[in-house]
């Protein structure tokens, strides 16, 4: 059975990445290197943070929170809470890489240690942890990077091979195997309530919510966010549409994601 090897932030140089509450993780979104897959797992760990560094000046190092590379080691580079980046689902994802180029023009086949590790671990992650918003619910998203982004991520191969063990999880959690041996008592932390989850319809508790976000700004930029336009406009953008759906879900009058954006726009120029 593969085991998680830890390598926590020893792959983040620059600093600590923002933080947020583990419950907000929603989805688990499996991605690829784009690159021949590496006989040197360490080697491979180190050039994939060069690579983050060097897209963005905020990002803190290696910016996926699970690797698992050909030998079908899984390594885990970043804690739940780090909040590192995804396509527009940063705020309630974690991100998963397999590393190898499983698309043309390569089209390389991840390897059998590499499926073993990643259908362990998606089932570990989307069964075993009450403390997510989906809780054991089947429901806990498993997707790949072109379900949420513009990209070709992680590749066709990979995506195909995907949906298959999505299907597999999905299917074992419905109709479980008896447990041979009795399961260890979970004890979920206990919820704290947090303003950015309680949506409320009424003026005074929508003032409080932005205030919260602007909270969450400040630590945002504490981290260094500010020097990155690019990921401040997909923050907005990501806020506004979480915002959204969740006064959606509660079926208020939602203000329109135009409305939102302004808003969050002025609360930005405040700080
Ligand atoms: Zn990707």
Redesign the pocket.
């Given at each position: 059975m593969p085991t998680i090897i830890n390598s926590i932030h020893k792959y983040r140089p620059r600093g600590n990445w923002g933080q947020r509450p583990v419950k907000n993780i929603q989805k688990l979104?499996v991605?690829?290197s784009a690159a021949e897959a590496s006989d040197n797992p360490e080697a491979r760990l180190t050039q994939i943070m060069g690579w983050h560094l060097a897209n963005s000046p905020a990002w803190m190092g290696l910016s996926y929170h699970y690797v698992i590379t050909k030998n079908g080691n899984i390594y885990q580079t970043n804690n739940h809470e780090d909040l590192t980046w995804?396509d527009g689902v940063n705020w309630n994802s974690l991100g998963i890489?397999v590393d190898g180029y499983f698309h043309a023009p390569n089209n390389n086949q991840p390897t059998s240690q590499q499926l073993e590790s990643l259908e362990w671990l998606l089932t570990e992650l989307a069964t075993k942890h009450p403390e997510f918003s989906a809780g054991n619910n089947p429901l806990l998203d498993i997707v790949g990077?072109r379900d949420v982004?513009q990209?070709a991520?992680?590749g066709d191969i990979l995506y195909s091979k995907l949906v298959e063990i999505k299907q597999r999880i999905n299917q074992n959690i419905k109709n479980p195997q008896p447990a041979k041996t009795p399961l260890p008592t979970i004890n979920p932390q206990p919820v704290k309530p947090d303003a950015t989850n309680i949506i409320y319809p009424t003026e005074q508790t929508w003032q409080k919510l932005l205030q919260a976000t602007n909270q969450e700004h400040l630590d945002y930029l504490k981290n260094g966010l500010n020097e990155n336009e690019v990921n401040l406009n997909l923050f907005v953008d990501n806020y506004a549409d979480r915002i959204n759906e969740r006064k959606q879900a509660e079926k208020s009058p939602a203000k329109d994601t135009t409305q939102i954006k302004n808003l969050l726009n002025q609360i930005l120029n405040l700080i």
């Open positions: 979104v991605h690829h995804t890489l990077h982004g990209t991520c992680p």
